[in-house]
């Protein structure tokens, strides 16, 4: 068996498996924490938006698009500002658009399900009502929402964890036995 770009990593898969496994723990410890975490970055990451958007703006001043540059990077570092100092604001709101989002999607899929000549109409009829109680449960109340899904990002971290660190126990124990046989096949 040739060794592969896997075979050569598997300590970057355990590392990088060690890594989401704490990140799966803090998240679902400390769900407050980790929402205002991710809503600080993100809205770091707006910044830099909005500040490119300008940056480049200016890099083009007879150009058409300059002025949407230019709204979209004011819009950015607005939002930025708002979400780097209003962090749990922030997430809630979002949990609140996403509910909203969520029930017009369930709404959308259920129409399509009864009027449109569907083949697997008990699939979408069934996905719309995931959408719909999600959706309601979020509008409903977002501040519980966002810890639900922090925890369901930490669930997800946690079981990606686990197996990129299975794969690395899978690729290192292949190395070993490449090396073996290589070892094996240089001997006679």
Do not use: H
Not at 126 to 153: K, R
């Amino acid at each position: 068996m040739p060794i592969s770009v896997l075979d050569r990593s598997w300590t970057y898969f355990a590392l990088r498996g060690v890594i989401a496994l704490m990140f799966g723990v803090v998240a679902m410890a400390a769900p407050l924490s980790t929402v205002v975490a991710l809503a600080i970055l993100w809205g770091f990451w707006a910044l830099i938006d909005g500040a490119g958007s300008l940056v480049q703006s200016f890099k083009a001043p007879n150009s058409p698009a300059r002025w949407s540059l230019v709204l979209a990077g004011v819009l950015s570092l607005a939002v930025a500002f708002l979400v780097i100092f209003q962090p749990g604001l922030s997430a809630v709101a979002l949990t609140w658009v996403l509910g909203v989002w969520l029930i017009a999607r369930g709404l959308i899929e259920a129409l399509a399900a009864v009027v449109g000549v569907v083949e697997f109409r008990a699939a979408m009829l069934g996905s719309a009502a995931v959408d719909l109680v999600l959706g309601t449960l979020f509008v409903a109340n977002p501040g519980i929402a966002v810890i639900g899904i922090t925890w369901v990002l930490g669930l997800t971290a946690l079981v990606w964890g686990i197996a990129l660190c299975a794969l690395a126990v899978w690729v290192r124990r292949a190395e070993g036995r490449t090396a073996t046989s290589q070892v094996a096949g240089s001997a006679q």
